[in-house]
């Protein structure tokens, strides 16, 4: 059974600082998305990441993925307010078929 | 804008009725969906993949005399909590990919149940 672990499951961190997700996942995936989900809201497509090496920015975020290590990470730079919300990776193992992390609550402080 | 769509966005329901949730995806065909559970604070859970034009396939666990799943055209999935019950009061999301081969995935925007 496929397990997907995020480390840590709740973040506190204050304006400015850098931190980073991880994501570990059990079996062989080439796969890997992450999200972020406002309270209340659905999933917002954050990255799709399709290869090993893969590595995607958009803003502040970062993304990377080593198949080999089974691991994604999801790096925040210089974190901003608005950057608060729940952050969840998720990995593709049956087409389509998601297994999602536990999810990393981000609280980001003034 | 959003590419999948559903609707209700919040419904409440008396113990022992049922509801119908409705998933749409807008700008493309779908043959396939997705419906996930998740439940407050928690992750997402699959329940089932919705298949046009034959039965949904149900991971386990999942009771499909309760959760009916319907997709009866390429762009449009429902899915019925039948004799609702408290237990089924949750956040129901679906999704969809585009046939691009991008292997993005859109999620709706979710549907809370509450069961009175």
């Known amino acids: ?110 | 804008g959003a590419v999948v769509s559903q609707h209700p966005s919040r419904v409440i329901c008396k113990s022992g009725t049922s509801v119908k949730i409705e998933c749409r995806s807008l700008d493309f065909q779908a043959t396939t969906m997705f419906w996930y559970r998740q439940f407050p604070k928690k992750s997402l859970m699959l329940m089932a993949t919705s298949n046009e034009g034959s039965k949904a396939t149900y991971e386990q666990g999942v009771e499909k005399d309760k959760f009916l799943i319907n997709h009866a055209s390429l762009t449009l999935s429902t899915l019925t909590v039948t004799s609702a019950h408290p237990e089924d009061s949750s956040f129901y999301i679906c999704s969809a990919s585009r046939p691009d081969n991008t292997g993005e995935l859109f999620f709706g925007e979710g549907s809370r149940l509450t069961v009175l």
């Open chain 1, 1 to 110: 059974e496929l397990k997907v672990e995020q480390n840590p499951l709740f973040l506190s961190m204050q304006e400015g600082k850098n931190y980073t997700i991880y994501c570990n996942y059990s079996t062989t995936s080439d796969r890997l998305y992450w999200y972020r989900q406002d309270p209340g809201k659905s999933l917002e497509s954050l990255f799709v990441l399709l290869s090993n090496g893969a590595v995607k920015q958009e803003g502040r975020l970062m993304a990377s993925l080593d198949t080999k290590a089974r691991l994604s990470t999801l790096h925040i730079t210089a974190a901003v307010h608005d950057l608060s919300a729940t952050y969840f990776c998720a990995v593709d193992p049956r087409a389509q078929k998601l297994v999602f992390g536990q999810g990393t609550r981000l609280t980001i402080n003034p």
